[in-house]
């Protein structure tokens, strides 16, 4: 199998895990907008609310969500939505959700990436420096500092970081510090969060291989350490990949929303908090939905990289 055939595939993958995804979230929704309605029918019995009353109530409901129609059309009317980005209207936002989440993913995207990046390229390269200084100064350093930086919550982080900055250029929420862009900090904060997992796995994925064969051998040939240093990382690259870009998505995850309350960042995260404060139903299934496709995407691009370093796994 080519490498393009096996892209295609995973491609192919990718986009059903996309629909396979937006189905489940379906059926919670629907599931979740029966539940709230029978807690409102209770409701309104326990008040001394009159039959036709609940039954007006009752036809409402359904209708404003669609549920009045039979599932399977319900159903289809939701893929092809889910299909065309029309995604319904936001009571939060008094705006369709697309329009609410357009420039709001780009926001969390704009400190999500360059903190990304910074952990990466400072992670790695220390892993590796690390590695190969097993036990050495360099070494207890970095692993010192492994603990460290995985002990301290991403809250605290910024909340030291606030300590000498501010996100604020002037008026009473001011910080004492000099004024630092809130996505400068949220950067850093994303950074120091994943620097420690990224510094960790490239260790031991170094690790694994400096003990083999081919690696001893190039030592005895008294090649130079930046030559070893790429054999060994190529070697590497498959396990690094595959364990950083897991935890990657498993962290931001759950720091975006931890960094969008405290600072004041107007993305993807706030928006879904935004929705779940006010019961945004719409709002919060495709705010959801969108971590989830970034998830499908990220593990797409894994697959990518999987083809390009390894050729038995697209041959495979």
Do not use: C
């Not at 029918?41 to 039979?70: S, T, V």
């Not at 092809?80 to 369709?96: F, P, R």
């Amino acid at each position: 199998m080519s490498y393009v055939s096996y892209l295609l595939r995973r491609f192919a993958f990718a986009v059903f895990s996309v629909y396979a995804a937006a189905s489940v979230m379906f059926g919670f929704t629907v599931l979740q907008a029966r539940l709230i309605l029978q807690k409102q029918l209770a409701l309104m019995r326990y008040n001394g609310a009159q039959d036709w009353q609940i039954e007006q109530f009752r036809k409402e409901f359904l209708a404003r969500r669609g549920l009045d129609r039979p599932l399977y059309e319900h159903y289809a009317d939701w893929f092809v939505d889910l299909t065309t980005l029309e995604w319904g209207q936001s009571i939060a936002y008094d705006q369709s959700v697309a329009a609410v989440l357009d420039g709001r993913v780009v926001t969390t995207l704009e400190y999500v990436v360059p903190g990304v990046v910074v952990a990466v390229a400072l992670g790695v390269p220390l892993g590796v420096l690390a590695a190969f200084e097993k036990e050495g100064a360099v070494d207890w350093t970095a692993r010192l500092s492994t603990y460290a930086l995985l002990g301290i919550p991403v809250f605290m982080v910024i909340t030291y970081l606030l300590a000498v900055v501010s996100p604020v250029r002037a008026g009473p929420t001011a910080g004492a510090g000099p004024y630092v862009h809130p996505q400068v900090i949220a950067a850093g904060a994303v950074a120091a969060s994943l620097l420690a997992g990224q510094l960790r796995f490239s260790r031991s994925a170094v690790l694994d291989q400096t003990g083999r064969e081919f690696v001893k051998m190039l030592r005895a040939k008294g090649i130079s350490r930046l030559t070893l240093v790429k054999h060994v990382l190529r070697n590497a690259a498959l396990p690094i990949v595959s364990l950083s870009l897991s935890e990657l998505l498993a962290v931001l995850v759950l720091n975006i929303y931890v960094i969008e309350e405290i600072l004041p960042i107007d993305g993807l995260a706030r928006a879904s908090l935004v929705a779940v404060d006010q019961g945004d139903m719409s709002l919060i299934t495709w705010s959801t939905l969108v971590i989830v496709f970034l998830g499908i995407g990220g593990s797409f691009l894994q697959d990518v990289v999987y083809g390009y370093l390894d050729p038995q796994v697209s041959v495979e």
